[in-house]
């Protein structure tokens, strides 16, 4: 348009006003505000474990993987050494527990015996004897006569040490050993070094260490990156609360995400739907994830992982006269040593049979590197199995399954779902009061008063807010709670299903039962997707899809074409692919609603947590 003709066009506006015509307002443009741009470099994942932590910046390929332990020097000279527990458990001591470690190994010989080879071809018949009569025999070898391998230098006095180097400290320094997470949560004990406090200031110096010495990310800059934090599909909200609080405050980090490993999982491996089976080293959690939600009724927490496959391990060993008769499961570098055997000689594969000469050398600071003649035959078999039959670990007296249940509430939390499930009810009992008062007249005299002045209907509130509570939790269906005597014995079902230890078998069947409907069920059967690094034998793929499909109901054997499960997603590690999803996550434009900023929670605290979490805080 010239000149000319924008001259023009403002004479007839002009005319068109002196004529009564108001020329139409156009509003003011308002800008969008600007998104701010996601620097994946500047995003830090983090994955804790029991054992291990995973931690990297979203861009890494792989993320930095250290042994979730620190050794803090003690304060005072002559004070007690603590060290806590590296494959010792609690419920391993009482007087059934050989017995049923006996009863649970006499369930895997019979399964073993029973089913052929591939070639159909039945198995070897092997002792254990045969195998230590050979054993008795073996003398170490020396091959070098200093491993070169040395204790961790303390002559500086640091006041604490992390990762391999906390491993490597000599027991006659004055250091105590902490392990800050056990089984998924954090692990407080009345002992030395198990308050709250002190586990968080313990995976604080950890994650600092790590972010500073490996990922050469000061300190000072955390500021100008955000976080994100893998927690269990069961998780303690006071402890998540406590972390995330750390982390922001604490720490500095600008942002932070909290996501669920199932849900990263899926992410990871680049499945929208799949039943999750996450085996760890302390704990094997399983649920049901579909389009990115994980389903609440049917997360389940088995309290056993892979440390109980390696102590499993070596009691096989004993039996068959493990020649390296020095090895204590109280010794740390022991452990270490043991999980490595697990790692080398245990399998899955039914074509495996009679028995094999195997070799390993010891190699601990200070002394000569020896080399070890071993010969093993199902050992290597029974122990995996033992995951399937967790009687065989000899666990009595302990909580063996964990089932997500209600908050218990949060006094920095007012409105959560206590007080919605509170409103509820009250505004279902004065829905109702009110149309009985439409449908029967009281006396004038009577109108005034409150409907919760009768005693009755305060009883019928009280029966009501438990039954929602139930509901809340998933244990009482809706159409089917109507007696108190119905949930006092379902509540007393599911007390005695937790004290049970489920084969995980069973826990991926019960998980995938609990889902609603039968479309979502047939999708979970279709593809069981394992990860973390406690079931990474040769065959396992193989031997969870045949004992999923023999114990699959009937109902579905016809409605899923192929029970799929994935040990390996894209072949890359199982041990990562939950890490691997968080960082997929962060860079999602839909995680942008969910960054809890530091302000924010210095303001509003774990109210941000129900407000943002992905999932139902």
């Not at 303690?236 to 199932?262: C, D, I, T």
């Not at 394992?530 to 004992?547: D, H, K, N, T």
């Not at 939950?578 to 962060?586: E, P, T």
């Amino acid at each position: 348009m010239t000149q000319t003709d924008r001259d023009v066009e403002n004479g007839r506006d002009r005319e068109k006003e002196q004529r009564g015509v108001k020329r139409p307002i156009v509003p003011a443009t308002v800008p969008e505000p600007a998104q701010e741009q996601i620097q994946a470099n500047f995003l830090v994942v983090i994955h804790p474990g029991s054992r291990t932590l995973r931690m990297g910046r979203a861009t890494d390929t792989l993320p930095v993987i250290v042994p979730h332990v620190i050794a803090r020097r003690h304060r005072q000279p002559g004070q007690p050494r603590r060290e806590d527990p590296s494959l010792l458990r609690h419920g391993l001591s009482s007087a059934d527990s050989s017995e049923q470690r006996q009863s649970g190994l006499k369930m895997i010989d019979q399964v073993i015996w029973s089913r052929k080879m591939s070639n159909g071809v039945r198995r070897t018949p092997v002792s254990a004897e045969q195998a230590r009569l050979y054993n008795r025999q073996i003398r170490p070898a020396v091959l070098e006569p200093n491993s070169k391998v040395s204790w961790t230098n303390t002559a500086h006095q640091p006041q604490y040490l992390v990762g391999e180097e906390a491993l490597y400290v000599n027991p006659s320094d004055c250091y105590s050993l902490h392990w800050p997470i056990c089984r998924g949560h954090l692990n407080l004990h009345s002992g030395p070094g198990g308050s709250l406090t002190s586990v968080l200031t313990d995976l604080e110096n950890i994650w600092a260490h790590t972010l500073q010495k490996l990922l050469e990310i000061p300190l000072k800059d955390l500021k100008y990156y955000r976080c994100i934090l893998l927690i269990p599909d069961i998780y303690n909200r006071q402890h998540v609360k406590e972390v995330v609080n750390m982390l922001l405050v604490k720490m500095g980090f600008s942002a932070v995400v909290v996501h669920q490993e199932s849900v990263c999982a899926t992410f990871g491996s680049g499945l929208s739907s799949a039943c999750v089976v996450d085996v760890g080293d302390q704990k094997t959690s399983v649920c049901c994830v579909e389009d990115g939600v994980s389903h609440r009724s049917s997360r389940l927490c088995l309290a056993y992982g892979g440390s109980d496959v390696t102590r499993c391990f070596f009691w096989l060993m004993q039996r068959a006269g493990f020649p390296y008769r020095e090895c204590q499961l109280s010794n740390r570098l022991d452990c270490v040593l043991l999980h490595q055997l697990k790692e080398s000689f245990c399998h899955l594969d039914q074509d495996i049979s009679g028995l094999q000469d195997h070799e390993f050398r010891t190699r601990f600071p200070e002394s000569p590197v020896l080399l070890y003649q071993l010969r093993l035959g199902d050992e290597k078999l029974q122990a995996p199995m033992a995951l399937f039959y967790p009687a065989a670990f000899g666990i009595v007296g302990q909580k063996m399954t964990s089932l997500l249940h209600r908050s218990q509430g949060d006094s920095e939390d007012p409105h959560d779902e206590h007080f919605l499930l509170t409103t509820q009810s009250k505004q279902d009992q004065s829905s109702r009061a009110t149309a009985e008062r439409r449908s029967f007249p009281k006396p004038s005299g009577l109108e005034g008063e409150s409907s919760m002045s009768d005693p009755l209907e305060k009883g019928n509130l009280a029966q009501d807010l438990e039954l929602s509570h139930a509901q809340a939790e998933g244990l009482v269906p809706g159409a089917e709670a109507e007696e108190s005597s119905a949930l006092v014995s379902r509540s007393a079902a599911i007390t005695q299903f937790e004290g049970k230890a489920l084969g995980m078998d069973k826990a991926i069947l019960h998980s995938i039962d609990s889902c609603g409907s039968d479309e979502t069920k047939r999708k979970m059967y279709s593809c069981v997707l394992v990860v973390g690094g406690g079931l990474m034998f040769p065959g396992a793929q193989e031997f969870l899809q045949q004992r999923i499909l023999n114990k699959m109901p009937p109902s579905f054997r016809c409605l899923v074409e192929n029970v799929e499960v994935i040990t390996r997603p894209k072949d890359t590690d199982a041990r990562v692919t939950a890490w691997k999803g968080g960082s997929v996550l962060a860079c999602l434009d839909t995680t942008q609603e969910l960054w809890i900023h530091q302000r924010e929670w210095q303001r509003f605290g774990v109210r941000m947590l129900r407000e943002r979490a992905a999932f139902v805080w």
